[in-house]
């Protein structure tokens, strides 16, 4: 049985406050849907328990069975039991998925897995997750579309089998066959590892696959409300507007960078390399 | 210089602990499959010159590693005549000075040219391509791939010539360069010379220190930063193999890179 604890957790970017007071437990075994319109908070709260250096904590308290997640390294957050499927999975070309996966799973392990075992049971997720064999051999999410890059993620999630997931807009980029294959992976995770979620996504379709058993809204970096599946169901329905004149609040508008121009082409016509 | 009509497969070995300079003229004969595999070896500076040639329709792989322990200056040139194809791999990992300076020539219709290098630079490394286009229909990919750490120092320069009646010729280059401390210098000029209207060229070069994105996603793996920087760099380092097709080859080039990165 694992809990994660946050408590009044202000988070900052760059001097600008993101995170105003969050305050959240996840329990093993509980499946718990954040919602909320975008550019209000989510993924920094999931980078923010990853260990994101982006993200700089001015109080409040993250903990993992009473271990404060706020002193560890990002690898030690890992293999405490945390894990993020990120929304923008990281391609690294010419280091293999089966190259990374294994010195993952070592990572983990007192002891390295003997090879054997470990090529049987990565083909096995491979398998489960219905990718091609030849997916191991690649690189990392390298050339990937971005169904295979979320499905890589829950490849990942199966061999470092953790206690509290986090799942940020995972079924972005899948079709809908692919959210059904998904969402049964991390349904039996859940049956057999007992294992808690913490699931941003904006479509319900997502939370009918995985039922949620708490919902919460974090708009401004608040959570204003907290429920269960019906709370989830309401939004997908109805949007967000009730809940702001119920609660009187405005939700943070998502900030549009401005485009930079680099210029012209910096070559010198006519130019030679002597 | 010495005159070798190349076979199916051969291993040569040049040893600095036995002559500071060694010339080699290489000749693939015409409509055959040869594969090179050539290494430095010893403890003494030395200068090495290679001439090879390819002759209509030959195709060559060479494999070139530089085990040596001392300077290394290498000057190899090849000549691609028609409807020959090269594809030269070389593992430049050694912990010494080198001047490497290679010059290739399209010469005949249909020639293709393939070049991958893996530099690890602890020291200064200096690369000098030429690959020149003198035929229509002739093909060029020039990759190189360099990791410097401490102090080192690695310059590329690649110049690709495409001269005016090589029609429907293409030629690419790729040089990137990962400067793994603040005190490492890399130095990359992608230079293109064209010609003629009807061809495809493109270069391609980056610079700079490991991604922190990629870093931080492989921590949230469980690789502390040393882990997964190793991992990055040896995956730099490592599609140099993708050229040989030659399991137990790649798989010492493999174990080779991983001991020279840690």
Known sequence: ??????????????????????NLTVNSGEVHALM???????????????????YRVTSGSITLDGRDVLGMTVDE??????????????????????????????????????????????DKTIADLQMDASFAHRYLN???????????????MKLLKPAIAMLDELDSGLDVDAIKVVADNINEMREKNDLGLIIVSHYER?????????????VNGEIVASGDHELSKKIDAEGYEWLYREKNIRAQQEEVRPTVSLGTC???PGARYE | MNEIQLEKNARLKLDSDKGK??????????RGEYKVVLTVEGHQDVKVQIDTCLKDDASLTVLLINHNEGKVSL??????????????????????????????????????????????????KQISQDVYHKAPNTTAHVNNYGVVRGTGRCEVVVRNTIERGCFRSSTHQTSRILTNDKTAVGKILPILYIDENDVQASHAASLGQPDESQLFYMQTRGLSRNEALKLIIVGYLLPVTEIIDDADLNEMLRKEIEMKVA
Do not use: W
């Open chain 2, 75 to 124: 000057q190899e040139n090849y000549e691609l005549n028609t409807n020959s194809r090269l594809q030269l791999a070389e593992v430049q990992l050694s912990p010494f000075d080198l001047e490497l300076s290679s010059v290739s020539t399209l010469q005949g219709q249909g020639g293709e040219l393939t070049t991958r290098t893996a530099i690890l630079a602890d020291c200064r």
């Open chain 1, 1 to 22: 049985m694992a809990t994660l604890e946050i408590k009044d957790l202000h988070v900052s970017v760059e001097d600008k406050e993101i995170l105003k007071g969050v």
């Open chain 1, 206 to 218: 997502f939370y009918e696959l995985i039922e949620p058993t708490h919902a919460h809204v974090l």
């Open chain 1, 36 to 54: 909320g319109p975008n550019g209000n908070g989510k993924s920094t709260l999931l980078m923010t328990i990853m260990g994101h250096p982006k």
């Open chain 1, 142 to 156: 390298e050339g990937f579309s971005g169904g295979e890059k979320k499905r890589n993620e829950i490849i990942q």
């Open chain 1, 266 to 268: 910096g070559a010198n």
């Open chain 2, 21 to 30: 300079s060694f010339s080699l003229k290489l000749v693939a004969p015409e």
């Open chain 1, 77 to 122: 957050r890992s293999k405490a039991g945390l894990f993020i499927a990120m929304q923008y999975p990281q391609e690294v070309p010419g280091v293999t998925n089966s190259d990374f996966l294994k010195a993952a799973v070592n990572a983990h392990r007192e002891k390295p897995i003997r090879l054997f075992e470990f090529i049987r049971t990565l």
